[in-house]
């Protein structure tokens, strides 16, 4: 699937685009870049989940955000000479269009819709970055984690009948829910039991089924009680 602001161009600017980017795939773990790494190039993501993060004081790794299908990173190389400042992990299998930052530039010159449909976008994952600091602060675990679960959902039943059982796409991991939410791989996992016992959730090997997503979206509303 093609990232998102592509559709805001017109045909003949899509079609630059694609005709100027690389294709190109990452494996779950992988990186994408290193923080300290010149912003050579930006990526727009068709496919797959990727983590941004920093190290903290004992090479602790602090999540700072989670980008999907249709989001853009690296936008820092507009900014000749700028480093990307954080790392990007493939957090499953990641396919990303992938433009050099001179040609980003020169496709902006040759088509303005393209810096519109740029700032369009990244003002739309900055709301995304608000909304995720904003739960952190007011939002229980549990209610972070069904929001997270839901979003996962959304993302995995567009061919599932209303009301139905929802597999997860993809492998997902206790970590890497922890990721998402800011927590820690052990609160998710105990969470995630919670779920199950009251019948949320069937639970396998990183593999996830949401049985009641109206129950999963009380949890959303309200924390978990005893």
Known sequence: MLPSFLNALTAEARAAVLSSARTLQWSRGSLLHHSDDVAEAAYALSGGHVRLYRLGSGAREVTVSVHGQGEVLGVATLTPGASYGLYAEAMDDVEALVLGGDNLRQLIKAHPDMAVALTAQV?????????????????????????????????????????????????????DLAYVVGSTRETITKLLGDFRGRGLLDLGYRRIVVTDLVGLQHAARQPLSA
């Not at 984690?145 to 929802?166: M, N, R, T």
């Not at 796409?169 to 970590?175: D, K, L, V």
Request: hydrophobic share 40%.
């Open 123 to 175: 003002a739309r994952q900055t709301r995304s970055l608000q909304e995720r600091l904003s739960q952190l602060v007011f939002l229980e675990v549990s209610q972070r984690l069904a929001l997270a679960l839901l979003q996962l959902a959304h993302e995995s039943g567009s061919e599932v009948p209303e009301g139905g059982p929802v597999a997860l796409r993809g492998r997902i991991s206790h970590q």
